[in-house]
């Protein structure tokens, strides 16, 4: 996707002036200055774009893992929605800077962040379960077992 320097509308690479631009040129997930055409979006975006989460399907369960480096369990709130949706939120905070000093570079992320997953039917969200270990968080949703499927068997007709 072609972003448009000066265009209103994110998802239309063709509304506005004609001057496509790269749309990664100076871009960095930890920039505090708003993106052009973006006004809208808070500058802590970076915090949720940058809050990864593997789902992985076991057997068993579904496995989430996030990255959370420098988080406490304290920080980090899991909620489940009307048994359907599991949403992980917290925030991080900006640390402060001695008056006398000033930062040359900022690239580590501060700001709230939130990731929701719908869950599957076979899970069962009453037994959820959630770690904290060495800044990654892991929730597993145990899964319900699946009814066996019918066997269909051949029935012969007599006469």
């Known amino acids: 996707m072609a972003l448009i320097r000066g265009s209103n509308s994110l998802f239309d690479p063709f509304f506005g002036s004609s001057s496509i631009v ?10 505090r200055q708003p993106f052009v055409g973006f006004a809208n979006f808070p500058q802590d975006i970076s915090s949720v774009a940058n809050t990864r989460v593997d789902w992985v399907e076991t057997p068993e369960a579904h496995v989430f893992k996030a990255d959370l480096p420098g988080l406490k369990k304290e920080e980090v709130k899991i909620h489940v929605q009307d048994d359907q949706f599991l949403s992980i939120s917290g925030e991080r905070n900006k640390e402060q800077v001695d008056e006398k000093d000033s930062y040359r570079r900022v690239e580590r992320s501060y700001g709230k962040f939130h990731r929701q997953f719908r869950l599957p039917e076979n899970s069962k969200v009453q037994e959820i379960a959630a770690k904290m270990e060495n800044g990654v968080l892991t929730v597993t949703v145990p899964k319900a077992e699946v009814a066996k499927k019918a066997q269909v068997r051949n029935v012969e007709i007599t006469s």
């Open 22 to 31: 790269d749309p990664f040129e100076g871009f960095s997930l930890f920039d």
